[in-house]
């Protein structure tokens, strides 16, 4: 049965549309909508409209659901098109009347949102964990490679004397700015939907206030129509950081990619971190590192994916909002997956130090030697001038 049933049949192709993959990608969200459900049932107990055993047992039930959800025995089905849905069939199924009464003093649409929030607000925790390994494993790199020298290149040539520890420090410097970003995001999502309703409130007085304590949200979304309009919004939020971090990853990649061909051999790839050749028995191919740079671009056309989808809707809830739902839980995941490659990677990258200091050719000190004149008084664009005429 549908939250919305009116006793007539859907036509299937309009079912099967509207639902689309909602049914599968709301099995991330079973948990929290029974964190908020029994946020919601403690809320109505509060306020009379539930009795104290009857939020127990609601409780006790929306437990069991939890439970079965992680052996992999609570299964939401195409006709139920969401985990809300599947969890208050549940709930009628087992408690019968009491378990109509659950939806009662919010929207679908609220709850929707309550329980994206507070797997947004696990997911960007998460994801901001693994940003703070990562800065951490560079630091240890470095610690063991940071004096090694090696060419800085601007223009893909050689440029000035630069290190292992300069270059793996600008890293770390991003990342920690990339952790702005996260708490940013997390600063958004960190507010309660709950009981905003479809858009313009409940006619019950409901204790907003109390079931934003009990999810631990740091406040309320106050406007009820700004709560539907910000769908979206903080979601290509949450994107645009994701997006950096992947920048980041990008350039990282591409960096090791280049600086450990054989031809360099500044870094060097464990083979266990390479693949093969189906044609070349010599070859150790770093597929991990060209996907991982591919990466970012699959999370940039997720943001740009999210922002053109609510972009020209009136304000109030839309349907449109739905399809906002699978770009950022895939983009949370493509995030947290190479954010955990890229620990790995620099867990066991090993540096040349032979091939970096064989590559710090003469050319590579000529500004250096510009500068040593300089001190000496000569002008700096005739000093220029002398040392161009030795390159």
């Not at 599968?24 to 055993?53: F, N, P, R, T, W």
Request: aromatic share 8%; net charge positive; glycine share 6%.
């Amino acid at each position: 049965m549908k939250l919305w049933e009116k006793g007539y049949k859907l036509n299937k192709l309009i079912e099967d549309f509207t639902v689309g993959g909602d049914y599968i990608l709301d099995q991330k969200l079973v948990e929290y909508d029974c964190i908020a459900s029994k946020a919601h049932a403690k809320m109505l107990g509060k306020i009379g409209v539930l009795k104290k055993e009857e939020v127990k047992k609601l409780v006790k039930e929306l437990n069991n659901i939890v439970k079965l959800n992680e052996k992999g025995r609570f299964k939401i089905s195409k006709e139920q098109e969401d985990c809300h849905t599947a969890i208050e069939n549940y709930l009628i199924k087992k408690l019968g009347d009491l378990g109509k009464k659950i939806h009662t003093g919010r929207s679908r649409n609220d709850q929707v949102l309550t329980a994206l929030r507070l797997y947004y607000k696990k997911e960007l925790t998460d994801c901001r964990e693994l940003v703070n390994e990562l800065i951490k494993t560079i630091a240890k790199f470095l610690k063991q490679y940071g004096k090694v020298k090696l060419p800085g290149y601007t223009h893909t040539r050689k440029a000035m004397p630069s290190s292992i520890k300069m270059w793996g420090s600008s890293f770390i410097d991003s990342m920690k700015d990339n952790l702005e970003l996260i708490d940013l995001a997390l600063q958004l999502v960190d507010q309660s939907p709950l009981g905003t309703g479809a858009g313009y409130g409940i006619p019950l007085k409901i204790d907003r206030k109390y079931t934003a304590r009990i999810l631990k949200f740091g406040k309320i979304q106050r406007n009820t129509i700004y709560t539907q309009n910000s769908r979206g919004k903080f979601e290509s939020t949450i994107l645009h950081a994701l997006g950096q971090i992947m920048f980041d990853l990008n350039k990282v990649a591409t960096d090791l990619i280049i600086f450990s061909i054989p031809e360099l051999g500044y870094f060097e790839l464990p083979k266990e971190l390479c693949t093969g050749s189906s044609i070349m028995p010599h070859k150790k191919n770093p597929d991990v590192l060209e996907l991982l740079r591919a990466k970012y671009h699959i999370i940039l056309t997720y943001e740009f994916q999210v922002k053109n989808i609510i972009s020209n809707l009136p304000s109030g809830y839309n349907r449109d909002f739905q399809l906002t739902k699978e770009p950022t839980m895939k983009g949370l995941e493509i995030a947290e997956e190479s954010l955990s490659i890229t620990n790995l990677i620099f867990r066991n990258l090993k540096v040349n130090k032979e091939n970096c200091d064989k590559a710090l050719t003469k050319d590579v000190c000529a500004t250096e030697k510009v500068y040593k004149l300089v001190k000496k008084g000569v002008p700096f664009r005739e000093a220029y001038r002398i040392i161009s005429k030795e390159h």
